[in-house]
């Protein structure tokens, strides 16, 4: 009765009792409906509740990262995916996974009753794949218990999960003794492929290593005693559970718990164990007594504030060490479920382990890091994605701290620096449609706009401050900011004659302090202003699909044109500015040109510099490299470095489809989103004088996706980060850098606050 204890005691009990639920009422929590399922499904994400550690698996070593899973809280709870980041000592909560229409749907054939929970989850690596058992039940006692198979496809931490499709072990009778509960796969040095599983009594059956399900008969997975294909090896009159299986120094080495779980700070559970020279025993305690026959010796209890200790999961270290992983009911928090950590060594033959919380212990060796993560980690590795709700056409923002900030179709995204969430704010339709949102200098607050309006958000929270309705028509440019922080400045426009629009408001307030209406003939297509950036003297510079580059002065509530330089051809893109104060455009006149344009005067500074390709068109920004090179993509998919005089550098790089913009490292290296090779990906580009040389290209991150509307931005750290763009998945990636931050040569320093100058002193560090 032990899987009852587990799900009503710790589930319901613990988490609903202090809360004073009635006990009929906990009863009825426990019945939610499920939906029907679908068999291998892909797993989707869902964002756990803040967790405790309940029923760990063991951990395992996957791309850098220590991944685990455990029994996950409440009905439609699934199996719940924890990882630790590389060199961190904090788990984090990931995801839960068999849930809702993810769940198998052999799961609700065969247990109709069963609420969507699953327990005590293992994991093993087999052949380079990871493989996940799992258990369930229908509540009533252990009344039809099932063990269920997956194995992940993909890269940690965030692996797709499938389902076998069917079980790998079904019980349908009532007696406790023959429930399939708590399953340990387990890999002998000759390859075969075995499964340790069961409650009351405990039972070991090989598995075939390429299907993962019963070697023998894999399609009868209906267990009964006396089945020649199960071998009993433990058994204890009260009860007897949570089994795991270890080789070490030719024993093999059983453990499993005895007492009571589930009870918070009245369990006594405890560890026990046995060895045998043979993989299906007999195991054998210290006192020579089979564990079938009731036998184990004491390996772990209670002690302190580590109360029933429990789960046993070892994890071979690359440096020799063994890390033994259970969980506890920590007695210095009420009881609540905890992961438990400490080296376990064999001493005379017999494992020993203390109690202890030391996740240090899995980055303490120099040798271990090189082996783990230096290894698996390297520049052009996927670190982590995150979703967002749709269509993402702008470029993530990111703080000092290395928080990212990304807009989707309806809603802005934050999640931390390693992948954890930290809000979701609803803000309302085409949020991320060129919108990209912008940090203030003090980067407290988020500000960017959508269909008509403009909003701003807390950074550290996501919470609305304000958000302005008052506009007719599409917002469609990045916001720039006042070097105090009180102005924002963006363009709107929807494809009409009489003008677009560029509005100065109050950040305080969202006020509107003065509005500047195109009034220039339209060159190019009647469209949206592209976008602004700010001076170092503090006047303003917009561009414009109409085909016009002006220059403004903020005079507080009102504003002064100062010139408009006519491009004679569509910009998309706000112009880039150099140290000496020239300015940079590109656009689609003639087959595609670069403009460079004196802030002063608003006259050309050198001629156009013609980008001659059968389909050249320069929208992307144009980025000055940290030696005054000018780069741009053009739509032929071409990457070109001009000299600050005009003459071409080189142009030999041409990808799959037309780029991003390219930004620039503070080592100099050029980093811009692409497609290479039939898959969307990042590239970090080396400037060698007559030609840019290629270093390294990232995993895929898509098929395909619109990278010229959807740029790469660099954190601090060197992290780098991209959007997935129009098609799906929707994701928010980030990307393995060098730990070089971006250069205050590139444009659009988003992770500083505000869109400035693009290369002068006065920029914002």
Known sequence: MQKRNIIYSLLVLFFLACSGIAAEEQEKALQAQSVEQKQNSRVRRRRPKPAVVHDPSRIVARDGYFMFYVTARGPNAGVEERYFAPGSTQ????????????????IKELLPDNDGSCWAPDIIEVDGELLMYYS????????????????AKGKAPNMEWFDAGQPVLYSP???????????????????????????RRIWITELDKKTGLLKEKPDDFTFQEGDKRFKLIATKKGWVEASYLWKKDGWYYLFVNWGACCRGMRSTYNIRVGRSKNITGPYLDKDGIDL?????????????????????????????KNIFTYHFYDGQNRG??????????????????????????????????????????????????????DSVESTPAVDNQGNVYVSGSSSVFSYTTNGTHRWTTKVGHQAGEFNA?????????????????????EASTGKTIWKNTDFDVGFHSVPAISADGSRLYFGVGAERDEGDSF??????????????????????????????IIGPEGNIYVSSQHGWLISLTDNGDSFTEN???????????????DADGFLYVGSSAAGGYIHKVHSKTGKSAGGNWPVKTTAGEVFANITIGNDGTIFANSEDHRLWAFNPDGSLKWNNLQFDVWGSDPLIRVDGRIIVGTQLNGAARVACIRDNGDKGVIEWISEPIAKSFRLNETNVNIAPDGTIYIASGQNEPFLLYAIQGNGQGLSTTSPWPKYMGNIQNNGSSAQTE
């Not at 788990?91 to 052999?106: K, M, Q, S």
């Not at 080296?343 to 082996?371: C, F, T």
């Not at 407290?444 to 701003?456: D, E, R």
């Not at 500047?516 to 949206?528: D, I, K």
Request: glycine letters at 12%; a negative charge; proline letters at 7%.
């Open 563 to 577: 010139w408009a330089y006519d491009v004679k051809a569509e910009m998309r893109m706000p112009p880039s500015m």
């Open 173 to 199: 009778i009532e007696e406790d003794s023959l429930s399939v509960i708590d399953p340990c796969p387990f890999q002998d040095e000759d390859g075969r492929l075995w499964l340790v599983f069961g409650g």
């Open 91 to 106: 788990w984090v909560h990931n995801r839960h996974l068999f849930t809702g229409e993810d769940r198998p749907g052999w």
């Open 136 to 151: 369930m039940s229908e509540f009533e006692g252990i009344r039809n218990t099932a063990v269920g198979r997956a194995v």
């Open 503 to 532: 509005y100065c408001i109050d950040t305080s307030d969202s006020s509107v302090k003065w509005e500047y209406v195109m009034s220039h003939p339209p060159q190019g297509f009647h469209g949206y202003l592209g976008g602004a």
């Open 292 to 320: 079938a026959k009731q036998g184990g010796s004491l390996v772990l209890e209670g002690q302190g504030r580590f109360i029933g200790p429990g789960h046993t999961g070892i994890y071979e270290h690359p440096s020799g």
């Open 336 to 389: 609540s479920p905890q992961l438990g950590m400490s080296e376990i060594k064999i001493v005379d033959g017999w494992p020993v382990v203390n109690h202890g919380m030391n996740y240090g212990l899995m980055w303490e060796s120099p040798a271990a890091k090189s082996k783990v993560t230096e290894k698996s980690i390297s520049e052009g590795d996927i670190l982590w994605h995150r979703p967002v709700d």
């Open 437 to 457: 949102p912008s940090l203030s200098p003090d980067q407290k607050v988020v500000y960017g706009g959508g269909a008509n309006f403009v909003y701003a958000l």
